[in-house]
């Protein structure tokens, strides 16, 4: 008689996960589906649909080869006419044949999903059919979401600093006799470098992975299915298994490490990898275990391959920044979706579509999203976020724009990331402070003010920066607000410097460019 169905998510494709424990070939069942519903819920770019659809088939087939029942939806190019469009139709349809088959398992066993929305829809379907749901803790994190609880309770703020050090302490990462490697815990100054005029120079170029016959049916279908979709798939060699996400990791330690801190805020027109290491979307997706990433980048450094900087730099990303924003996620869901504390609402910039605009850095960092459905962090927070929120937009519309473009958008990590730390939507939580600079912040650490039409420089007239324009007006309509942060203080002294008819003038500039986009 069947047992247990175990539930597969597109974000879950660990065979030591939680969900396989104590599995039973002979009496258990895996289940995976692919429905519409995630590729059209925000309008996500191709090459994100591709990546997870292409990792979902590579693991259903190993699991198949290990003898193991799956049964698994496929997307088809033509939707047929039966085809659940949701992922609790799907489980809903499946569970009524079993039940007719009698063949209705005992229990349903799911790790804990990555994003609210799709938790709920499981749990409603399982109590609608009115089997157990088991819902298991994801051990692929450091810290549960109990942890986090935890950790938040009775404090006022829930700053990264007192989450990670914890974190590095309990599990022994970058420690020496039971204190942080090299004497200090943060080495954040030391990983503020720009390229300077001569620019990056000779660049290790990332492994890729060319796709094979599965992936590149999977490449077909979402080019004709999702033909209306943004991005391209020309390029896609992102990883899908988890060989070629352990060999994306070995090849970022050898190549990219020794460099990654020092230019990790540094912007480079034309280079979208520079000393990244691509590695989200595996660790996203569970292609790849963190605990494997860290303990890879900490042998780099006790070796002497990497500065101890850069590999505190990359390891605090993951060890630290990764766990936080999870912690966050579910500490403040589902109200935290709605938070707007700076009352922004314009719409999203039709250009974000399509790259169509003539500011250099925006140009870029858009376009390089809609060829790769990826940018770097820095691009990420300070050009795309930064000129959202300088603009006003709604912080929800900007979410699912950022859910919707990047490979490694799983809702958990997307959503702190974009609404509190990049548009401080949530008031603080994420955010000691807005990040907000002018045009000259992008002048200092790229190239991509050289030949823009724009002067980083100016804050009003036809050649004025608009993120400068746009800058001087967020201080100035957010003001009381702001008085409030004393890490906003040296900004808005800078800002009363400002008579009230270069005010006016730059609020019409700003008002003008609002109306314009």
């Known amino acids: 008689m069947p047992r247990h169905l175990v539930l597969v998510l597109g974000d879950q494709l660990d065979r030591a996960g939680a969900a396989f424990d104590g599995f039973d070939r002979r009496r258990d069942r895996v289940w995976m589906a692919e429905v519409a519903e995630e590729s059209t819920h925000v309008w996500t770019h191709k090459a994100r649909i591709a990546v997870f659809l292409a990792a979902m088939r590579h693991f259903r087939d190993t699991l198949a080869g290990e003898g193991i029942d799956v049964e698994y939806t496929e997307l088809t190019v033509k939707p047929q006419a039966k085809e659940p469009g949701t992922l609790a139709a799907a489980l809903t349809a499946s569970l009524a044949a079993l039940r007719k088959a009698k063949q209705e398992p005992e229990k349903l066993i799911v790790v804990e999903p990555g994003e609210w929305r799709v938790q709920e829809a499981i749990t409603e379907a399982a109590r609608a059919a009115g089997i157990p749901l088991e819902i298991r803790p994801d051990r692929h994190f450091f810290a549960s979401r109990d942890d986090f609880a935890t950790h938040a309770r009775g404090r006022k703020q829930l700053r990264l600093e007192y989450f990670y050090r914890p974190l590095r302490e309990k599990f022994g990462v970058l420690m020496d006799d039971g204190e942080p490697a090299g004497g200090q815990w943060n080495y954040d100054a030391e990983n503020r470098g720009a390229f300077g005029k001569a620019g990056p120079g000779v660049l290790p170029a990332p492994v890729r992975f060319s796709p094979d016959a599965t992936t590149r049916g999977v490449i077909d279908l979402v080019n004709r299915r999702f033909a209306s979709h943004p991005g391209e798939l020309a390029d896609f060699d992102w990883p899908v298994t988890p060989a070629d996400a352990r060999a994306a990791l070995d090849d970022f330690l050898a190549h990219r490490l020794a460099s990654f801190g020092r230019y990790q805020d540094a912007i480079w027109t034309g280079e979208p990898w520079l000393y990244h290491s691509r590695l989200s979307q595996a660790m996203n997706m569970k292609l790849l275990d963190p605990r494997d990433v860290i303990a890879g980048a900490e042998r780099a450094w006790r070796a002497g391959q990497a500065p101890l900087e850069a590999t505190e730099g990359f390891i605090r990303q993951v060890l630290g920044w990764r766990e936080y924003v999870r912690g966050i996620y579910w500490q403040f869901m589902p109200e935290y979706l709605d938070r707007n504390a700076l009352g922004a609402e314009q719409p999203l ?169």
């Not at 009381?480 to 005010?503: F, I, V």
């Open 349 to 517: 910039p039709s250009f974000y579509w399509t790259a169509a605009t003539e500011m250099n850095c925006l140009k870029d960092a858009l376009g390089q999203t809609l060829r790769f459905g990826y940018a770097h962090h820095i691009q990420r927070l300070m050009v795309t976020g930064l000129f959202a929120m300088l603009l006003g937009v709604k912080p929800q519309d900007v979410h699912r724009w950022y859910l919707a473009v990047y490979v490694d958008a799983v809702e958990w990590v997307e959503l702190p990331n974009t609404l509190g730390m990049s548009q401080f939507g949530d008031g603080g939580v994420m955010a000691s402070k807005p990040y907000c600079a002018t045009g000259a912040y992008i002048d200092r650490m790229s190239n991509a003010c050289k030949g823009c039409r724009y002067d980083p420089k100016r804050a009003t007239g036809p050649e004025a920066c608009p993120f400068t324009t746009l800058y001087w007006d967020f201080l100035a309509r957010h003001e009381k607000l702001l008085a409030k942060n004393q890490r906003m203080t040296m900004q808005l002294k800078n800002l009363g410097r400002k008579d009230a008819g270069e005010l006016r003038t730059i609020r019409r500039q700003a008002d003008a460019l609002r109306e314009g986009l």
